[in-house]
């Protein structure tokens, strides 16, 4: 497996937040939509990011098979607990970019 490294990531990221402006129009509010914080100007950043007090990627999903249990690939994917599949009314990510964090943080999320 080829994982991917983490300007990559970064980039699908910035990537869905400057499609989500072009679909809606407008910029978004990612600070006030998360309460407890959403960024990714790190990786660590990303993986501490817990809106909702749901941590993103919990250190014991990492580096193990286990990237698909964490937060932040449940809520690209599907519905968690009460909040919608993110981002909020799309565009989502495609498979494929999903694919491609969940191979990251499986392989340890690297540099
Ligand atoms: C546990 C993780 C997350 C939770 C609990 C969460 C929750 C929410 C909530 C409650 C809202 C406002 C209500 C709504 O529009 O549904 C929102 C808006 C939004 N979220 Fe999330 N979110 C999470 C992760 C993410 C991620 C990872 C992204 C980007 C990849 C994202 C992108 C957005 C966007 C673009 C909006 C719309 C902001 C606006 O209207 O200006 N969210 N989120």
């Not at 990559?8 to 072009?22: G, P, Q, S, V």
């Not at 809606?24 to 007090?53: C, D, F, I, Q």
């Amino acid at each position: 497996m080829n994982a991917p490294n983490w300007p990559r990531i970064k980039e699908i990221l910035d990537t869905a937040l400057r499609r989500w402006a072009a679909e809606h129009n407008r910029e978004p509010k990612l600070k006030v939509s998360h309460p407890g914080g959403l960024s990714w100007a790190t990786k660590e950043e990303l993986a501490t990011s817990a809106p909702y007090e749901l941590q993103l990627i919990e250190t014991n999903k990492v580096g193990n098979g286990r990237a698909t249990e964490t937060n932040l690939i449940k809520i690209l994917t599907r519905n968690l607990g009460g909040f919608r599949r993110m981002p909020s009314r799309g565009p989502y990510l495609s498979t494929g970019e999903i694919q491609e964090i969940v191979d990251w943080i499986d392989a340890g999320m690297p540099d």
